[in-house]
């Protein structure tokens, strides 16, 4: 086999390649997952502002893991880079959602180049293990270097075209407008009511339950959008409208809007469920119902806010968080250091991650559920009375003080040391929900 591009046809350039670049390639595409890390971390740290979320940071990395892999193929082929079939599925769609998002095309070619920067210094190392001598050494990172360059300039010219397209078509469609006047709801500007609801296509006046639903990982082929709306659908049939308004944050997530003539029962909210089957790997969070323009934007970031303690604990797919049953933790943590710090304080030694103390912090936060109670810590617990006591002293030894002292901060810490890292697996999270609503009863009354 030989190379067909131009620019390896010499007798040494097609030695190089045949000993040299395309074992190189194909270690290039086993690790691309690894290399395309690489590059996300050295991108992030250069423009934050465009990879300032998970989603974000993940929907780039799966667009130049998939680039990596197709210029390995164009490598290990021999092919001219100007000849190669479409840029990779995720890439063309990072350029597409950039364009509906209205990230600056050269904010986006920067992203492509720092890309480029990083994975192309791990491509010279590779190339470096793979030549025998000097020689081929040099030509190889030579010849490499130009078929990157070739690759990546081509690459780039079809990423333009696509976001020039893509921007066009979305400026003119009626998705802009809806996009523009949600933009408009959620900043809290003003708007009329008449106007909104034409623009939308949306009654704006009824009740709203605001529902984000995301994807963690980006897989190539996958119908992201498909698997998100029949989850948010799924949401909406159960509350009782199954159109509900949608809006796409990303290409890993969606939010949306369900709404109904009249308020909302508690009950049906805390029983949403969604086909794990239709929409794997989906989960989605709720915020509570609100009325009108005020209800729809006060939903919606109820719901983020739910959508940030999920992920901060780490719940599993096919979860449905609402932000009722986490409205405590989330104001607890808006600044997440600062959490950390107080749980830190308020726990000392009780806090540490061995299992001995794992099993005291445990012990310490079913006492408090049974409001100090010996007798029914020890049946919920299956142990004897004396070593519930036993532990107690325990952990009122590490703690330096008496446990009915200062007992809603230790009822604080001991809810939020799971969220903030402290003692992350260590205690269910039904005994998480309990704790936090006695936590909510004893809070003073403003």
Same mark, same amino acid.
């Not at 009740?207 to 498909?226: K, M, P, S, Y």
């Given at each position: 086999?030989?190379?067909?591009?131009?620019?390896?046809?010499?007798?040494?350039?097609?030695?190089?390649?045949?000993?040299?670049?395309?074992?190189?390639?194909?270690?290039?595409?086993?690790?691309?997952?690894?290399?395309?890390?690489?590059?996300?971390?050295?991108?992030?740290?250069?423009?934050?502002?465009?990879?300032?979320?998970?989603?974000?940071?993940?929907?780039?990395?799966?667009?130049?893991?998939?680039?990596?892999?197709?210029?390995?193929?164009?490598?290990?082929?021999?092919?001219?880079?100007?000849?190669?079939?479409?840029?990779?599925?995720?890439?063309?769609?990072?350029?597409?959602?950039?364009?509906?998002?209205?990230?600056?095309?050269?904010?986006?070619?920067?992203?492509?180049? =720092?890309?480029? /920067? !990083?994975?192309?210094?791990?491509?010279? *190392? +590779?190339?470096?293990?793979?030549? &025998?001598?000097?020689?081929? %050494?040099?030509?190889?990172?030579?010849?490499?270097?130009?078929?990157?360059?070739?690759?990546?300039?081509?690459?780039?010219?079809?990423?333009?075209?696509?976001?020039?397209?893509?921007?066009?078509?979305?400026?003119?469609?009626?998705?802009?407008?809806?996009?523009?006047?949600?933009?408009?709801?959620?900043?809290?500007?003003?708007?009329?009511?008449?106007?909104?609801?034409?623009?939308?296509?949306?009654?704006?006046?009824?009740?709203?339950?605001?529902?984000?639903?995301?994807?963690?990982?980006?897989?190539?082929?996958?119908?992201?959008?498909?698997?998100?709306?029949?989850?948010?659908?799924?949401?909406?049939?159960?509350?009782?409208?199954?159109?509900?308004?949608?809006?796409?944050?990303?290409? =890993?997530?969606? /939010? !949306?809007?369900?709404?109904?003539?009249? *308020? +909302?029962?508690?009950?049906?909210? &805390?029983?949403?469920?969604? %086909?794990?089957?239709?929409?794997?790997?989906?989960?989605?969070?709720?915020?509570?119902?609100?009325?009108?323009?005020?209800?729809?934007?006060?939903?919606?970031?109820?719901?983020?806010?739910?959508?940030?303690?999920?992920?901060?604990?780490?719940?599993?797919?096919?979860?449905?968080?609402?932000?009722?049953?986490?409205?405590?933790?989330?104001?607890?943590?808006?600044?997440?250091?600062?959490?950390?710090?107080?749980?830190?304080?308020?726990?000392?030694?009780?806090?540490?991650?061995?299992?001995?103390?794992?099993?005291?912090?445990?012990?310490?936060?079913?006492?408090?559920?049974?409001?100090?109670?010996?007798?029914?810590?020890?049946?919920?617990?299956?142990?004897?009375?004396?070593?519930?006591?036993?532990?107690?002293?325990?952990?009122?030894?590490?703690?330096?003080?008496?446990?009915?002292?200062?007992?809603?901060?230790?009822?604080?810490?001991?809810?939020?040391?799971?969220?903030?890292?402290?003692?992350?697996?260590?205690?269910?999270?039904?005994?998480?929900?309990?704790?936090?609503?006695?936590?909510?009863?004893?809070?003073?009354?403003?």
């Amino acid at each position: 086999m030989e190379p067909s591009w131009d620019g390896a046809q010499r007798d040494d350039e097609r030695r190089v390649w045949a000993a040299v670049l395309r074992p190189a390639g194909a270690e290039l595409a086993d690790r691309a997952a690894e290399i395309a890390a690489l590059a996300n971390e050295h991108t992030s740290a250069r423009l934050p502002e465009l990879l300032a979320s998970p989603e974000a940071i993940e929907v780039n990395r799966s667009s130049t893991e998939a680039s990596i892999r197709d210029f390995a193929a164009v490598l290990i082929d021999g092919a001219d880079p100007a000849d190669a079939a479409d840029l990779p599925a995720p890439t063309l769609a990072y350029a597409r959602d950039g364009a509906q998002h209205g990230v600056e095309l050269t904010t986006l070619m920067r992203s492509y180049r =720092l890309a480029h /920067a !990083a994975i192309a210094r791990c491509f010279v *190392e +590779i190339l470096d293990a793979h030549a &025998d001598n000097a020689d081929d %050494r040099k030509l190889a990172a030579e010849l490499g270097s130009a078929w990157m360059f070739a690759y990546v300039d081509a690459a780039l010219c079809q990423a333009e075209q696509v976001y020039t397209a893509e921007r066009d078509r979305w400026v003119r469609s009626a998705a802009a407008s809806q996009v523009d006047t949600i933009r408009t709801i959620l900043a809290g500007q003003p708007i009329d009511t008449e106007v909104a609801t034409r623009r939308l296509r949306h009654e704006v006046r009824r009740w709203h339950v605001a529902v984000i639903a995301w994807l963690d990982t980006h897989e190539e082929g996958r119908n992201t959008q498909a698997i998100l709306e029949s989850a948010v659908r799924d949401i909406g049939s159960a509350i009782g409208n199954q159109n509900p308004l949608l809006y796409p944050l990303g290409i =890993l997530s969606v /939010a !949306a809007w369900v709404s109904t003539h009249s *308020e +909302i029962p508690s009950k049906v909210l &805390d029983q949403l469920r969604f %086909r794990t089957t239709a929409a794997p790997g989906v989960r989605v969070a709720i915020g509570e119902p609100g009325r009108g323009l005020t209800g729809l934007r006060s939903s919606h970031v109820e719901a983020l806010e739910a959508q940030r303690i999920a992920r901060l604990a780490q719940w599993p797919v096919g979860t449905v968080t609402r932000y009722q049953t986490v409205s405590l933790r989330a104001i607890a943590t808006v600044d997440v250091e600062q959490t950390r710090t107080f749980v830190r304080r308020e726990l000392g030694r009780l806090g540490e991650t061995d299992e001995t103390t794992r099993r005291l912090a445990a012990t310490v936060r079913t006492y408090l559920d049974e409001n100090c109670s010996r007798g029914r810590t020890a049946k919920r617990l299956h142990v004897h009375e004396n070593t519930v006591a036993y532990r107690i002293r325990q952990a009122e030894e590490m703690l330096g003080r008496p446990i009915d002292k200062r007992t809603l901060e230790l009822r604080a810490a001991l809810v939020l040391a799971d969220l903030v890292g402290e003692q992350a697996g260590a205690l269910a999270i039904a005994s998480i929900d309990r704790a936090e609503t006695r936590l909510g009863s004893a809070l003073p009354m403003s």
